[in-house]
């Protein structure tokens, strides 16, 4: 699997041609073998492709996010299967057990939290106690929600206490822009792996395609939360989003060995899936930020 973050802003074509991407703007001609790519951001809604090259990045398992007319992840390409045995995984994952399900879901609830927490300790936020109390009071697949409550005490510490996600700010741009990343590389992996995405731990809305991804990612948003405050963005454009793309390859430890985000991230998930099948929520991996 590649490791390039190929990000298409410019009217294009793209098609393929012996192994490589090739894109075609009104300047320039590039190819870029497709085994070096990991993911496709397609950024302008005047870019063609060819259903050869969708074929060709599908068998590669390249994830390919399309934008809207703003410029912001829209939807994304899904391949059917994603290995070959996915239909026994699919029978497993509809087996899976309820309590090892909110046994994993405890732990990822925990770990969001501290890592919360770290994020606040950065700031020097004395709330950074108070979530870290959150996690000792967290009880059997967090029937209390500790995690909302976190997550109010949180936002408000980080960026204000007026701060709300439905405002239509520089800020909630950039952090849904970044959690829209992080969703892709978890549906990626996910895919890969023969699961389904529908089908979550927790996450359980019938409008929601990407149930078990939300799960997944719970843990991984406080590094794109991170990175937003320290933008401070009193715009959101171009070189916002790329300060967010470069998050991908930004190195982070897990499993005792450095990894940049991407790869982090397939060995977690995978720890989650050998978790949920062996029913040993300490195999589980999480990705250590080093905040």
Request: net charge negative; with cysteine; proline share 2%.
């Amino acid at each position: 699997m590649g490791w390039r973050t190929v990000v298409i802003t410019k009217t294009s074509k793209l098609d393929y041609s012996l192994g490589y991407m090739v894109v075609r703007d009104v300047e320039n001609t590039m190819k870029i073998h497709i085994s070096e790519i990991s993911i496709i951001i397609v950024g302008s809604t005047s870019v063609s492709l060819t259903a050869y090259l969708l074929n060709e990045l599908t068998k590669s398992k390249v994830k390919v996010i399309f934008c809207d007319e703003k410029r912001n992840p829209s939807f994304e390409l899904v391949p059917y299967f994603g290995c070959h045995d996915c239909s026994l995984k699919i029978k497993k994952q509809i087996a899976w057990d309820d309590n090892t399900k909110k046994y994993i879901w405890t732990e990822i609830v925990s770990e969001k939290i501290r890592k919360q927490a770290e994020v606040l300790c950065i700031f020097e936020s004395d709330k950074s106690e108070m979530l870290l109390r959150y996690v000792d009071e967290i009880e059997f697949g967090d029937c209390t929600n500790r995690e909302g409550h976190a997550a109010k005490v949180y936002f408000n510490e980080l960026f204000g206490m007026k701060f709300s996600r439905s405002q239509d700010t520089p800020v909630n741009s950039a952090l849904n822009f970044g959690y829209s990343l992080i969703l892709s590389v978890v549906n990626r992996e996910v895919v890969c792996s023969g699961y389904l995405t529908q089908i979550g731990i927790f996450h359980d809305n019938m409008y929601n395609q990407f149930n078990l991804s939300c799960d997944l990612m719970e843990p991984i948003r406080p590094v794109v939360d991170l990175c937003v405050k320290e933008m401070n963005p009193q715009t959101f454009g171009k070189n916002e989003k790329i300060t967010l793309l470069e998050l991908l390859n930004k190195e982070f430890r897990v499993s005792g060995r450095t990894n940049t985000l991407l790869n982090a991230i397939k060995i977690y998930c995978r720890s989650v899936f050998c978790a949920l099948e062996e029913k040993d929520v300490t195999l589980i991996s999480f990705i250590d930020y080093e905040l």
